[in-house]
């Protein structure tokens, strides 16, 4: 019923940037918070940051600075502006949304399908 849509993961060199854009399409009532979580290889994955539906967002330490969470409710949509990236930032990263269905009687919690982003020179 739902799918988040994710892209803008690559290769990049140290100290370059990317940006990821996440959409959710379906049957979308309503998207509370959004997230971005991030997985490196052998490791928990970990959140690198979250956004409430007014704009209100959080980063993780290791990203503050260097990371910044966006959203378009008009679209249903949630970016990562990374900037400054690090070799430690190469990892699988997912988008996260808490979505009420139309129809529906509580908030889901729905993932993408993951991108991969590769900091290396």
């Known amino acids: 019923q739902v799918q988040l849509v994710e892209s803008g993961g690559g290769l990049v060199q140290p100290g370059g940037s990317l940006r990821l854009s996440c959409t959710v399409i379906?049957?979308?009532?309503?998207?509370?918070?959004m997230s971005w979580y991030r997985q490196a290889p052998g490791k928990q994955r970990e959140l690198v940051a979250r956004?409430?539906?007014?704009?209100?967002?959080s980063h993780a330490d290791s990203v503050k600075g260097r990371f910044t969470i966006s959203r378009d409710n008009d679209n249903n949509a949630v970016y990562l502006q990374m900037n400054s990236l690090k070799p430690e930032d190469t990892a699988v990263y997912y988008c996260?949304?808490?979505?009420?269905?139309?129809?529906?009687?509580?908030?889901?919690?729905?993932w993408g399908q993951g991108t991969q982003v590769t900091v290396s020179s």
């Open positions: 379906g049957r979308v009532f309503s998207l509370n918070v």
């Open positions: 956004i409430e539906f007014d704009g209100s967002s």
């Open positions: 996260n949304a808490e979505v009420w269905l139309v129809g529906g009687s509580a908030w889901n919690d729905y």
